[in-house]
T-cell receptor
């Protein structure tokens, strides 16, 4: 099975940079997703990492280390609208398992 | 715009009264998923269809059933809702079962009285 661990809550200041970590133990690993979920809404796709390294997409970047079972999501130039939950999701054998999500609050 | 649509957005039912939630997609994706998400918890996969092939998660209660009459539509039937079934139900689609982004619908929030 899969076990995914990420911090429950984080707070950061508008304009700053924040890093949300995710560690996982899995019996099979194909890749790792990050999704954003605003309160009461559906998750929306942010990134998908298969290989080790950093993938940059605008203000958001995602990093993966397969050997360490570790990923992080980096958000730069934080905006108030970035206040949301960020879900780490691991793709194993034909199944994606979601973490509980990190609730990020951006403050002025 | 191509999208995943869920109806209704809010559903209220009574304890033990069967309820059906619907999902449709215009993406022509092969895979459709149903997730249950309770407050401050991770989305929990209930089952998925790859085309017409149904895949039930081992820990999904028998109270939950699903139908996929065609590529575009998928239904979640809760035969006898209990208070513990109150949750957000998310439908998602993906082109393939592996390595593909899942696109989520807006969800149906189910209340059980």
């Amino acid at each position: 099975g899969q076990n995914i661990d990420q911090p429950t809550e984080m707070t950061a200041t508008e304009g700053a940079i924040v890093q949300i970590n995710c560690t996982y133990q899995t019996s099979g690993f194909n890749g790792l997703f990050w999704y954003q979920q605003h309160a009461g809404e559906a998750p929306t796709f942010l990134s998908y990492n298969v290989l080790d390294g950093l993938e940059e997409k605008g203000r958001f970047s995602s990093f993966l280390s397969r050997s360490k079972g570790y990923s992080y999501l980096l958000l730069k130039e934080l905006q108030m609208k970035d206040s949301a939950s960020y879900l780490c999701a691991v793709e194993g054998y034909q199944k994606v398992t979601f973490g509980i999500g990190t609730k990020l609050q951006v403050i002025p | 715009d191509a999208m995943v649509i869920q109806n209704p957005r809010y559903q209220v039912t009574q304890f033990g009264k069967p309820v059906t939630l619907s999902c449709s997609q215009t993406l022509n994706h092969n895979v459709m998923y149903w997730y249950q998400q309770k407050s401050s918890q991770a989305p929990k996969l209930l089952f998925h269809y790859y085309d017409k092939d149904f895949n039930n998660e081992a820990d999904t209660p028998d109270n939950f059933q699903s139908r996929r009459p065609n590529t575009s539509f998928c239904f979640l039937d809760i035969r006898s809702p209990g208070l513990g079934d109150a949750a957000m139900y998310l439908c998602a689609t993906s082109r393939d079962i592996s390595g593909d982004t899942q696109y989520f619908g807006p969800g149906t929030r189910l209340t059980v009285l």
